[in-house]
């Protein structure tokens, strides 16, 4: 099964990151990409007042706050080593 990976496009998110989150598949090679699925979701709900944790991104059941191209890649790949391990 496939790592599921759900970045937030709501209005918040995606003004403060979220739009060049949406970019994530250009940073990861052929081989990580087959193990992801990736996706721009409605708001998380996670946003209230334009807090200063967006962006946010929900990998697989864990939610990561104040996501950036650099971390996101970073998760992804320690989701898929983590999923290679089990
Ligand atoms: S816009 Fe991302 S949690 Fe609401």
Redesign the pocket.
Known sequence: MKITVQI???????VMG?AELLSISEHLTPDELEQVDIKGIM?????ENYNPN???VKIDDEIIKNVTIETLTERIRLAIKAKAEK
Request: with cysteine.
């Open positions: 937030c496009s709501g209005t918040a998110c995606y979220g708001c998380l709900g996670l946003c967006t962006p946010y």
